[in-house]
């Protein structure tokens, strides 16, 4: 194939080469973004740590620290989306768009990049005011104007605008011309219809927050960029409230400082994977269980719960696990539907398992404390792990041993001596979050310093041209999440000034059943949205409704918890719309065709041992303090 053969067809996968001008171009912008991004990651861990140690160990508390950490999180976050958004990482659903016929796929492709456009150019004005605003006002601490902090808004939207313009040129006129008619007739249809959805009330409702945003997400926007634009064609549409507010809302829902600990603990989900810890942990537990039959399924599971523990992000596990033990899995034979099958579920199975982000979101979101949600989490995944546990057993009874070569007593020991630091860095996690030591971020940064420490010294494996790119890609995913959360945050506020939210109080309080039967609905709820909205922004758009019901039920707040992650979980684990099990076979790269057949039992273990959680409030409750 001739160079320009290769560059067209690289072009035409959305990515141009470094030596193209636009590749260039695109390539020094990207530049321009990650390095400040991750910078700011870098910063962020040293100053957060120096906090802790400052206030836990000199007893003298840096008092400006929270309020420079709160500024410098908002930057990172919105330059992260940037570089989300350059990298093709924010979450969306492709499954319709990848099975598309060819004359439909590229207005799909088109409007994944002209949907985002439109809200930011929407959204970029009322940006820039409203940080105009914010630098009246000055921080407590610091003395600095706020409008320091805001600015991150305008610059994070205006360079993502950037971004999306540049992306255009890389679909065709027809595809652009399609996709933009499309949406001036959508622009157009709504204000003309707007007397008649104003007189159809909470109806009304359906089109924007169903219709427009379901619509948006199976079509292939990205999922934060279609909250916020049906967010904003509802307010322009049915209210009289300026634009201003809903970027507001978003800048309110990305700010609490809980969410500081997101991108500590992405980055530790790949400082671990790269000092060689989480290999020790597998290693140690395939010398304990490697040669039983089925062992291998058992020591992916085990993995899984363990890993999950450190890097709070489930692509970030995956990722550490399935590269290690697939090779071997396959040499024993290992059909690799079943085995992109197990990891999936075993993804939806440690979802609980702290310091899981969607914990860390929920208690953010819902007023849950953090180390009880530390707490109550172990439990409900393990008894989701054993219902794993059966159906591998189940499916591998017919396993050739033979080769398999049992490890000596030697052997273990020796494993487990080397993986005995790695093994200490989850359960301090967990030990000092739960006894309330320290917060889920001041832990985050203890265990980053540890986990240096020990690639430095123990492991003797720290490459030190990887950390750039690991805090930029910590920002990028971080920045992603937080938009997401943002967006959602700014539609909830919608969905309780319009109503919907009394509303839906009221229905889910009035089901058949008590409680049982609002649990059953909450699981085939957050089934449904984790399946098609990803987890996070289910949880905060719903979150906040649901659990003030649940409360008034009697029902405790850490078991619903746990009820609803996992749910969530499941649903964003099965396909065909599931975004984590895409994940999943793209880690192990393995088709995905070859799982959809075989995930259905894991499925329905998951199913199970759900039901036994939410029966059992003990499982998620049994271990808290009590009052």
């Known amino acids: ?67 420079l950490a709160s500024t410098l999180f908002i930057w ?14 924010h979450m969306r659903l492709t499954t319709v768009v990848t099975r598309s016929s060819p004359r439909i796929r590229p207005i799909l492709q088109a409007l994944a990049v002209m949907a985002p456009a439109l809200v930011l150019a929407l959204m970029l004005p009322h940006a820039i005011l409203y940080a105009y605003e914010e630098s009246m006002i000055t921080t407590p601490a610091l003395g600095w104007s706020l409008g320091i902090r805001a600015a991150a808004l305008p610059v994070g939207l205006g360079l993502m605008l950037v971004v999306a313009l540049m992306q255009l040129p890389r679909h065709s006129l027809k595809a652009i011309g399609v996709t933009g008619a499309l949406l ?29 945003l379901l619509g948006g997400v199976v079509l292939g926007v990205p999922i934060a960029f279609a909250f916020a634009l049906a967010t904003a064609a509802y307010l322009l549409t049915m209210t009289d409230v300026p634009i201003l507010v809903m970027t507001s809302r978003m800048d309110e829902g990305m700010s609490s400082l809980i969410l500081l600990a997101v991108p500590l603990f992405v980055f530790l989900g790949a400082l671990i994977e790269m000092t060689g810890m989480a290999a020790a942990m597998v290693g140690f537990l395939a010398s304990l269980l490697g040669h039983v039959r089925g062992g291998l399924n058992y020591v992916l599971l085990g993995a899984m719960y363990l890993v999950a523990g450190i890097s709070g ?30 990891l999936s579920a075993s993804g939806a199975m440690s979802e609980t398992i702290p310091p899981s982000i969607v914990l860390i979101a929920i208690g953010s979101v819902a007023g849950v404390s953090i180390a009880s949600l530390f707490i109550g989490g172990l439990l409900p995944a393990f008894v989701l792990a054993i219902a794993l546990g059966v159906i591998s057993w189940r499916r591998a009874r017919k396993e050739d041993m033979s080769k398999v070569v049992r490890p000596t007593r030697k052997m273990i020991w020796r494993a487990f001596v080397i993986a005995l630091p790695a093994l200490l860095l989850p359960v301090a996690i967990r030990f000092f979050v739960a006894e309330g030591v320290a917060t889920a971020t001041e832990v985050s940064t203890l265990a980053i310093a540890y986990g240096v420490i020990a690639g430095l010294l123990i492991y003797r494996k720290f490459d030190y041209r ?13 920045g992603a999440i937080l938009l997401i959360i943002g967006a959602a945050s700014s539609m909830a506020w919608s969905l309780t000034t319009s109503g919907f939210s009394a509303d839906l109080t009221h229905m889910m309080s ?10 059953a609905m909450s699981i085939i709820m957050f089934i449904v949205l984790g399946s098609i909205l990803e987890g996070i922004p289910a949880i905060v758009l719903f979150g906040p409704l649901l659990f003030p019901v649940a409360r008034a039920m009697e029902i405790n707040d850490v078991h619903y918890a746990m009820v609803v992650i996992l749910s969530m979980g ?10 984590g099990y895409y994940s999943a076979c793209a880690i192990a790269k393995v088709d995905p065709d070859a799982g959809l057949k075989k995930i259905w039992p894991y499925l329905g273990a998951l199913v199970v041992g759900l039901i036994v959680v939410a029966a059992v409030p003990w499982i998620s409750t049994g271990f808290l303090p009590t009052k």
């Open 1 to 67: 194939m001739s160079t320009a053969a290769v560059e067209n067809a690289v072009i035409a996968e959305g990515v141009a080469p470094p030596h193209h001008p636009r590749g260039r171009f695109a390539h020094y912008f990207e530049q321009a973004v990650a390095i400040p991004a991750a910078i700011i990651v870098l910063f962020e861990i040293v100053l957060l740590l120096t906090s802790v140690i400052f206030r836990f160990f000199l007893h003298n508390p840096i008092v400006w620290a929270d309020e």
């Open 570 to 579: 499941i649903g964003l684990f099965a396909p065909p719309f599931g975004v």
């Open 313 to 342: 992000s489930k692509a970030a596990d995956m990722a550490a696990v399935a590269p290690i033990l697939f090779p071997e899995m396959k040499k024993r034979g290992g059909d690799e539907g079943e085995m992109i099958s197990l």
């Open 76 to 89: 990172m976050g919105m330059l992260g989306a940037v570089l989300a958004l350059l990298r093709g990482q």
């Open 184 to 212: 001036a007739i959508g622009a157009l249809g709504l204000w003309a219809l707007s007397p008649v959805l104003i007189e159809l009330g909470h109806m009304s409702l359906i089109l924007f927050f169903i219709v427009l």
């Open 510 to 519: 009035n089901l058949p059943g008590g409680k049982f039967g609002f649990l």
């Open 466 to 478: 990887r950390i750039i790119p690991m805090l930029a890609s910590t920002a990028a995913l971080s």
